[in-house]
């Protein structure tokens, strides 16, 4: 049986505004195995970044709440814990990595402090080998000239090297889970393919689990083991890597893998989904996408279906799955 490190149990996570409250994550569950790689996938707003947040209880409070539901690690159910408790999980346990690199790094201290109040908050030893891990760190991540690179600031780094900068932070402590929230949007592609090498080695070497949230499709092909779907805070379809691109039930999956440009193809406009993403301020309790889906029901705009699994490990929520077959 393979090791379950992270368990996510019917998230619900809300924010309280003056318009409205916002179910931004809506029943969501998923499992990480050691050693594996989850990838969450979803057009902007489905949730995929709040479900990371929610993770890592780093939600904006008191406006951004938990619920409902449980996020267990280790036996330990972290929806449980207080603030102060929780520190001790964050950068220990599990990392996480921005897609924006920048905004995660102090601009006015070197990588050197940083990388040091890092080690120094979880361990206590000597300046000199809080150097030396710093260097092993940096070079780790391939970054040349280690020794005195670690010297300059973040704004002396491409965004490629910020971001091998923060890995490196993350291995300080080797965390189990890495949550790497969308950690090539920013980057240019030759960048993009060397930080998922980066990554992938990391996770090889170190038996960690990543949680990858992309809206990248080819990167999810590339680099997962198993996909989310998610769309409007809800999990639509859950599948390995492989099932999803050749044996996809959801039209929203359908869709998403049909925008993909493809060699060898001619195509003088790429398939597109029509409309646009729902209010989440004004859903009701149908099925959030059933506006834009050509295989919509009544029922689907009469209510959200349960998910149901239709093969080893592949669960949908959609109400007419069966004319995908």
């Known amino acids: ?24 994550v809506d029943g969501i569950s998923f499992s990480l195995e050691k050693g594996k790689v989850l990838g969450i996938v979803g057009e902007s707003g489905s949730g995929k970044s709040v479900t990371s947040l929610s993770i890592l209880r780093l939600l904006p409070e008191p406006a951004g709440r938990i619920v409902d539901g449980e996020i267990w690690y280790r036996g330990e159910n972290l929806v449980l814990k207080s603030q102060k408790a929780m520190r001790q999980y964050r950068g220990k346990h599990l990392f996480m990595i921005s897609q924006n690199p920048m905004s995660s790094l102090n601009p006015v201290f070197t990588i050197r402090n940083q990388m040091a109040e890092a080690i120094a908050g979880r361990k206590k030893m000597p300046p000199s080998k809080v150097s030396k891990i710093i260097v092993e760190m940096l070079n780790r ?22 971001q091998r900068v923060m890995i490196s932070m993350g291995l300080t402590n080797q965390p189990e889970v890495l949550i790497a929230d969308e950690p090539t949007t920013a980057l240019d592609v030759t ?16 038996a960690m689990s990543i949680i ?12 997962c083991d198993q996909v ?17 691109f050749s044996d996809h039930r959801h039209p929203y999956t359908r869709g998403l893998i049909q925008s993909l440009p493809r060699l060898g193809v001619k195509q003088t406009r790429l398939p597109t989904i029509k409309g646009q993403p729902p209010d989440l301020l004004s859903l009701d309790d149908g099925c959030p996408f059933a506006p834009r889906c050509e295989y919509a029901l009544d029922a ?26």
């Not at 960048?191 to 170190?206: G, H, K, N, S």
């Not at 989310?228 to 999803?244: I, N, R």
């Not at 239709?310 to 929520?317: N, S």
């Open 191 to 206: 960048i993009q393919a060397q930080v998922l090498r980066l990554m992938e080695e990391i996770r090889r070497d170190y």
């Open 300 to 325: 689907c705009r009469q209510s959200f279906p349960q998910a149901e699994e239709i093969g080893p490990g592949h669960q949908v929520a959609c109400w007419n799955w069966r004319e995908l077959a």
């Open 228 to 244: 989310l779907v998610m769309y409007a805070g809800k999990m639509f379809e859950k599948a390995d890597v492989e099932t999803l």
């Open 141 to 162: 991540v391939h970054i040349k000239e280690a020794k005195r690179r670690c010297n300059l600031y973040p704004h002396q780094f491409s965004g490629g090297m910020r």
């Open 1 to 24: 049986m393979p090791e379950v490190i992270l368990e996510v149990k019917n998230l619900k996570t809300q924010f309280f505004t003056t318009q409205g409250v916002v179910r931004a």
């Open 212 to 223: 990858l949230i992309t809206h990248d499709l080819g990167v999810v092909a590339n680099f």
